[in-house]
């Protein structure tokens, strides 16, 4: 199994800076994509930033511009730094993984408890 811990979530003005932290854990498992999903109160949860063990990106057009995120594939951390922030990025945000675990021989996503973010206006 594959634990996800989130770290980095608070308070923040708009404009402010926030950066979230995730590192996995476990053993026997190999990651393929990490990211990072939002889910503000009433509204679906949305995928925000991804990365492949390759390094590719790819962001939600919202934040484009506004958001990095990064990956240190031999700690097995996936951090995203989000800049210039508005109310609107206001949500509960989760770190996600695809994930190989050797005991179960297959690929499943695994999530995060949840770091929560607020922006004030």
């Known amino acids: 199994q594959v634990q996800l811990v989130e770290s980095g979530g608070g308070l923040v003005q708009a404009g402010g800076s926030l950066r979230l932290s995730c590192a996995a854990s476990?053993?026997?498992?190999?990651?393929?994509?990490m990211g990072w999903y939002r889910q503000a109160p009433g509204k679906q949860r949305e995928l925000v930033a991804r990365i492949t063990n390759g390094g590719s990106t790819n962001y939600v057009g919202s934040v484009e511009g506004r958001f990095t995120i990064s990956r240190d594939n031999a700690k097995n951390t996936v951090a995203l730094q989000m800049n210039s922030l508005k109310p609107e990025d206001t949500a509960v945000y989760y770190c996600?993984?695809?994930?190989?675990?050797?005991?179960?021989?297959?690929?499943?996503?695994?999530w995060g408890q949840g770091t929560q973010v607020t922006v004030s206006s």
């Open positions: 476990g053993s026997g498992f190999s990651i393929n994509a």
């Open positions: 996600h993984a695809v994930a190989y675990t050797v005991v179960l021989h297959r690929w499943d996503d695994y």
